[in-house]
């Protein structure tokens, strides 16, 4: 009797065999991946999108939700690796979404993206003018004539110029020639003396503006004046904007200038339950997310779900749920990690959700953007993914152009930033996420839980 045991095993094991792979696939067939558009890893950008990934990717064994971070050169490369359906999310400029909404600016000829949605209202980035020390510019006047950089081609960061430009009266011709040079080097020439002024759109305190002015001597130049008061007036999508004083060597007051607002969107065909899912984590775990770079802690669920450039998405059409206790521990400060100042903004900006009553030209005094840099004091959890594992779509990438890395506390005048560690944990899924082949390096270790996918060309 035991032998007929025995010889029947085999043949009732290989009949069961099929049922036991059927049932241990089903977890990976239902799991689904978002890859999200960011910038350059240097920006603000990637390190958001990385925050978006981590507390997504710590409860994907609970909604089946996997996301990784896709490096990007901004913008308008995160739209069109939208509609090419190479990313599932997207986080863009509030005026470059404007233009692509109504096919307008960079967008004119081309018929209205009216597929657009809108997720979220994130971090504001401002428009900073620099000057060289031996330019001789005080004031936004004085650049004409000058060599003065104002973008790399193709990026959020020209798109704002331009409307500076323009509501200016300026045109190219109103600049000196200015020796072209290498995108992830564009700002050097205020040190070796190629360049008179250059624009950055960045959050503050930044590193590389804190290099510029410690090493170099730059200097940040207000602007401001009537004519930025009628662009204000004329495109909403612009709010009033102020660096605080003593965030960089050699400034002690205050800048005015005027600012972009970071959106974050999908395609109205991403699937509701997929939104929701973003929407119900985020809104849920807002404390935690705020948490995780410095340009998030100002955030409110009020603000980010303030009127945006499109229509909302159906997706976040449900009340979202109540904020959840906090669950995120601390990550402690190490050499691997971007430490962050604890001292709060003396006077705190805006929320996104209120500015929009300055972008409709109120002349109310704009709110200063950042903190004043100190060497003491650390809030804990400011992770930024490791740039060495990131999926770049760009080769200058790394280059200055949509919100450079806020580094808040410590000194501003050092040169480039430490590798810091990952933000994001999860269980590395079984199979890649479904996109075009990445051309580069491996999935970037802030959304560790799902393979990158790779984004076309960006525009140029």
Same mark, same amino acid.
């Given at each position: 009797?035991?032998?007929?045991?025995?010889?029947?095993?085999?043949?009732?094991l290989?009949?069961?065999?099929?049922?036991?792979?059927?049932?241990?696939?089903?977890?990976?067939?239902?799991?689904?991946?978002?890859?999200?558009?960011?910038?350059?890893?240097?920006?603000?950008y990637y390190?958001?999108?990385?925050?978006?990934?981590?507390?997504?990717?710590?409860?994907?064994?609970?909604?089946?939700l996997?996301?990784?971070?896709?490096?990007?050169?901004?913008?308008?490369?995160n739209?069109?690796?939208?509609?090419?359906?190479?990313i599932?999310?997207?986080l863009?400029?509030?005026?470059v979404?404007?233009?692509?909404?109504? =096919?307008?600016?960079?967008?004119?000829?081309?018929?209205?993206?009216?597929?657009?949605?809108s997720l979220?209202?994130?971090?504001?980035?401002?428009?900073?003018?620099?000057?060289?020390?031996t330019?001789?510019?005080?004031?936004?006047a004085?650049?004409e004539?000058?060599r003065?950089?104002?973008?790399?081609?193709?990026?959020g960061?020209?798109?704002?110029?331009?409307?500076?430009?323009d509501?200016?009266g300026?045109?190219?011709?109103s600049?000196?020639?200015?020796?072209?040079?290498?995108?992830?080097?564009?700002?050097?020439?205020?040190?070796?003396g190629?360049?008179?002024?250059a624009?950055?759109?960045?959050?503050h305190?930044?590193?590389?503006?804190g290099?510029?002015?410690g090493?170099c001597?730059?200097?940040?130049?207000?602007?401001e004046?009537?004519?930025?008061?009628?662009?204000?007036k004329?495109h909403?999508?612009y709010q009033?904007?102020?660096i605080?004083?003593?965030?960089?060597?050699?400034?002690?007051s205050?800048?005015?200038?005027?600012?972009?607002?970071?959106?974050?969107?999908?395609?109205?065909?991403?699937?509701?339950?997929?939104?929701r899912t973003?929407?119900d984590v985020?809104s849920?775990r807002?404390?935690?997310?705020?948490r995780?770079?410095?340009a998030?802690?100002?955030?409110?669920?009020?603000?980010?779900?303030?009127?945006?450039?499109?229509?909302?998405h159906?997706?976040m059409?449900?009340?979202?749920?109540t904020l959840?206790p906090?669950?995120?521990?601390?990550?402690?400060?190490?050499?691997?990690?971007?430490?962050?100042?604890?001292a709060?903004?003396?006077e705190?900006a805006h929320?996104a =959700?209120?500015?929009?009553?300055q972008?409709?030209?109120e002349?109310?005094?704009?709110?200063?953007?950042?903190?004043?840099a100190?060497?003491?004091?650390?809030?804990?959890?400011?992770?930024l993914?490791?740039?060495s594992?990131?999926?770049?779509?760009?080769?200058?990438?790394?280059s200055?152009?949509?919100?450079?890395?806020?580094?808040?506390?410590?000194?501003?005048?050092?040169?480039?930033?430490?590798s810091?560690?990952?933000?994001?944990?999860?269980?590395?899924?079984?199979?890649?996420a479904?996109?075009?082949?990445?051309?580069?390096?491996p999935?970037?270790?802030?959304p560790?839980g799902?393979?990158?996918?790779?984004e076309?060309?960006?525009?140029?």
């Amino acid at each position: 009797m035991f032998q007929r045991v025995l010889h029947l095993l085999p043949i009732r094991l290989c009949r069961a065999l099929p049922w036991l792979a059927a049932t241990l696939a089903l977890p990976l067939q239902a799991a689904t991946y978002l890859t999200i558009g960011t910038g350059p890893l240097n920006g603000v950008y990637y390190p958001t999108g990385g925050a978006i990934c981590r507390l997504l990717n710590e409860e994907s064994g609970s909604h089946g939700l996997h996301c990784s971070v896709q490096s990007t050169s901004g913008s308008l490369a995160n739209l069109k690796a939208l509609a090419q359906g190479n990313i599932q999310l997207a986080l863009v400029q509030s005026d470059v979404l404007h233009h692509a909404a109504h =096919g307008t600016g960079p967008f004119q000829g081309q018929p209205p993206a009216d597929q657009l949605r809108s997720l979220y209202r994130l971090h504001q980035e401002s428009l900073t003018l620099l000057a060289s020390a031996t330019s001789n510019i005080n004031t936004l006047a004085d650049i004409e004539g000058k060599r003065v950089d104002l973008g790399n081609p193709g990026s959020g960061e020209r798109v704002t110029s331009q409307a500076l430009l323009d509501a200016m009266g300026w045109q190219a011709k109103s600049f000196a020639p200015v020796i072209p040079a290498a995108a992830n080097n564009r700002l050097e020439g205020l040190c070796d003396g190629t360049l008179d002024a250059a624009f950055v759109v960045a959050g503050h305190p930044n590193q590389a503006i804190g290099d510029l002015t410690g090493r170099c001597k730059a200097r940040l130049i207000p602007i401001e004046g009537e004519q930025i008061d009628r662009l204000l007036k004329q495109h909403p999508y612009y709010q009033r904007g102020r660096i605080g004083a003593n965030l960089y060597p050699g400034q002690t007051s205050g800048i005015n200038t005027f600012a972009v607002t970071a959106e974050l969107v999908a395609l109205a065909s991403l699937p509701e339950g997929e939104v929701r899912t973003v929407r119900d984590v985020l809104s849920g775990r807002l404390k935690q997310f705020t948490r995780l770079h410095p340009a998030l802690t100002q955030l409110t669920l009020e603000g980010m779900l303030g009127e945006a450039e499109v229509p909302r998405h159906t997706g976040m059409a449900d009340a979202p749920p109540t904020l959840l206790p906090e669950t995120l521990s601390p990550a402690p400060a190490t050499s691997e990690a971007l430490a962050t100042s604890a001292a709060q903004p003396t006077e705190v900006a805006h929320p996104a =959700g209120e500015e929009a009553k300055q972008a409709a030209g109120e002349t109310g005094a704009p709110s200063p953007e950042g903190t004043p840099a100190t060497s003491s004091g650390q809030t804990p959890g400011a992770l930024l993914p490791t740039p060495s594992a990131a999926t770049t779509t760009e080769p200058g990438a790394s280059s200055v152009l949509e919100g450079a890395a806020v580094e808040q506390g410590g000194t501003l005048t050092g040169t480039a930033a430490p590798s810091p560690s990952a933000v994001v944990s999860g269980a590395q899924p079984a199979s890649p996420a479904p996109a075009e082949p990445a051309s580069t390096a491996p999935a970037p270790a802030a959304p560790s839980g799902a393979s990158p996918t790779a984004e076309g060309t960006p525009a140029q």
